[in-house]
């Protein structure tokens, strides 16, 4: 999962932002169009939304009323309209900030982790591990699902942060039980598969038929990105 969807149809100055952002420690994804960005947000998840007003077609308000709709990630935006009635027009939209351009790259970066810091908590970098809409802050023991906070025991915390630790490879039931349990647990193997049930009921849109933890037949369990 990226942090940053920024949407910004002038290349150069995306770009330009891209870099800024990215030697902060954030990931970035461009989208030129609100069309476009629209569209990446229908798949796929991200922490913050740097949105410019004056897009092509549909324009940025536009963007802003349609994420509002789905969802409540933090929404910075950035414009040349910098008048009172866009500026209310932003807010009352939902957007949780408005900055003028041109815009200060340093005061923009504070504003982003003032947001991040307010959706998701004060992390250190280090501190966090993400991976297709899932978060984990491995100080609190906390698990997030897009930005909404699991209710996991202590089991599955456990198994959600291996699971995170290893995307994309399959990793044998034998392996999984010894490193959540340990060789000389008196629980059985059965308890795993209990355990996979309840933690695919909290992470998975259907958990009859899971896309983030797959079953790999005979062999253990594989997590996927969505």
Same mark, same amino acid.
Not at 192 to 210: F, Q
């Given at each position: 999962?990226?942090?940053?969807? +920024?949407?910004?149809? =002038?290349?150069?100055?995306? &770009?330009?932002?891209?870099?800024?952002?990215?030697?902060?420690?954030? *990931?970035? +994804?461009?989208?030129?169009?609100?069309? =476009?960005?629209?569209?990446?947000?229908?798949?796929?998840?991200?922490?913050? +939304? !740097? +949105?410019?007003? $004056?897009?092509?077609?549909?324009?940025?308000?536009?963007?802003?009323?349609?994420?509002?709709?789905?969802?409540?990630?933090?929404?910075?935006?950035?414009?040349?309209?910098?008048?009172?009635?866009?500026?209310? /027009?932003?807010?009352?939209?939902?957007?949780?900030?408005? $900055?003028?351009?041109?815009?200060?790259?340093?005061?923009? /970066?504070?504003?982003?982790?003032?947001? $991040?810091?307010?959706?998701? %908590? /004060?992390?250190?970098?280090?501190?966090?591990?993400?991976?297709?809409?899932?978060?984990?802050? /491995?100080?609190?023991?906390?698990?997030?699902?897009? %930005?909404?906070?699991?209710?996991?025991? %202590?089991?599955?915390?456990?198994?959600?942060? !291996?699971?995170?630790?290893?995307? %994309?490879? *399959?990793?044998?039931?034998?392996?999984?039980?010894?490193?959540?349990?340990?060789?000389?647990?008196?629980?059985?193997?059965?308890?795993?598969?209990?355990?996979?049930? $309840?933690?695919?009921?909290?992470? &998975?849109?259907?958990?009859? &038929?899971?896309?983030?933890?797959?079953?790999?037949?005979?062999?253990?369990?594989?997590?996927?990105?969505?």
């Amino acid at each position: 999962m990226k942090d940053i969807l +920024l949407v910004e149809d =002038q290349e150069e100055l995306a &770009e330009l932002i891209q870099i800024f952002l990215e030697k902060e420690g954030f *990931t970035v +994804l461009l989208a030129g169009t609100g069309e =476009q960005a629209v569209e990446y947000l229908k798949e796929q998840q991200v922490k913050l +939304l !740097l +949105l410019d007003i $004056m897009l092509p077609e549909m324009d940025g308000f536009a963007v802003c009323r349609a994420v509002r709709e789905k969802g409540n990630m933090p929404v910075l935006i950035m414009s040349a309209r910098a008048g009172r009635d866009d500026k209310l /027009t932003g807010y009352e939209l939902g957007a949780d900030d408005y $900055m003028e351009k041109p815009v200060d790259p340093e005061i923009l /970066t504070a504003k982003v982790r003032a947001l $991040m810091q307010r959706a998701y %908590g /004060t992390f250190a970098e280090s501190d966090i591990l993400s991976s297709g809409g899932i978060t984990i802050d /491995t100080v609190s023991r906390k698990g997030y699902l897009n %930005g909404k906070e699991l209710d996991l025991n %202590g089991k599955e915390y456990e198994l959600l942060l !291996l699971f995170l630790k290893n995307p %994309g490879k *399959t990793l044998l039931k034998d392996y999984i039980f010894a490193q959540i349990w340990g060789m000389d647990s008196l629980s059985e193997n059965q308890t795993l598969t209990v355990h996979i049930k $309840m933690l695919r009921k909290k992470i &998975e849109e259907n958990p009859r &038929e899971p896309k983030r933890i797959v079953t790999v037949w005979g062999v253990g369990y594989r997590y996927e990105e969505v």
